[in-house]
């Protein structure tokens, strides 16, 4: 049986966002060269949110993106028989060319997930600059990516999980730690 420890409740996650949300304005000077890409699933919903609370702050919209970074991923396999495996989803309103383009995710891990969405943004187009964003930040890096936003550290071990709930997908907003027994 598993322990899981409660990291973020609801209103510690909302407050989170907002302060990322608030940092993203600060940063970048504003939002008018800035583009939102969530990483599917959990990082699409954790962008839309940061779009809303910027929205309300600016009175401006923030183009969202959404990546799927399947194919992009070096520690996955497709069977043989799968000549061209389809991309579902890579949804993008504006180009990415010459923009400011925010990668965001719900854990940030080994930096391979980063890595392969930094590859799916750059097919799309060159972009001026790229940053990442990232509801938690658990360590353990693989490869040397930083997060620019995070909304908490969590340090763990490699045998913990951390897991990220979204009331859009499962019906509650959490980050809780799942350590094995």
Request: aromatic share 4%.
């Given at each position: 049986?598993?322990?899981?420890?409660?990291?973020?409740?609801?209103?510690?996650?909302?407050?989170?966002?907002?302060?990322?949300?608030?940092?993203?304005?600060?940063?970048?000077?504003?939002?008018?060269?800035?583009?939102?890409?969530?990483?599917?699933?959990?990082?699409?919903?954790?962008?839309?949110?940061?779009?809303?609370?910027?929205?309300?702050?600016?009175?401006?919209?923030?183009?969202?993106?959404?990546?799927?970074?399947?194919?992009?991923?070096?520690?996955?396999?497709?069977?043989?028989?799968?000549?061209?495996?389809?991309?579902?989803?890579?949804i993008f309103p504006?180009?990415?060319?010459?923009?400011?383009?925010?990668?965001?995710?719900?854990?940030?891990?080994?930096?391979?997930?980063?890595?392969?969405?930094?590859?799916?943004?750059?097919?799309?187009?060159?972009?001026?600059?790229?940053?990442?964003?990232?509801?938690?930040?658990?360590?353990?890096?693989?490869?040397?990516?930083?997060?620019?936003?995070?909304?908490?550290?969590?340090?763990?071990?490699?045998?913990?999980?951390?897991?990220?709930?979204?009331?859009?997908?499962?019906?509650?907003?959490?980050?809780?730690?799942?350590?094995?027994?």
């Amino acid at each position: 049986m598993s322990k899981v420890v409660s990291i973020l409740d609801e209103v510690a996650l909302n407050r989170a966002l907002t302060r990322i949300s608030y940092e993203i304005i600060e940063r970048n000077k504003g939002i008018d060269n800035v583009i939102l890409a969530g990483i599917k699933t959990r990082g699409v919903y954790i962008a839309n949110r940061i779009a809303s609370k910027i929205s309300e702050i600016e009175g401006q919209d923030i183009p969202v993106g959404e990546l799927d970074i399947t194919l992009y991923r070096d520690d996955r396999h497709f069977p043989e028989e799968v000549e061209d495996p389809e991309v579902k989803g890579q949804i993008f309103p504006v180009s990415v060319k010459g923009k400011v383009v925010i990668l965001v995710d719900d854990v940030i891990y080994t930096g391979r997930t980063i890595r392969a969405a930094m590859d799916a943004v750059i097919d799309l187009g060159r972009p001026e600059k790229i940053m990442v964003a990232s509801l938690t930040d658990r360590g353990h890096r693989e490869i040397p990516i930083k997060a620019d936003y995070i909304g908490k550290n969590i340090p763990t071990s490699k045998s913990e999980q951390v897991k990220v709930s979204m009331k859009e997908i499962d019906g509650k907003d959490a980050v809780e730690i799942i350590k094995p027994n």
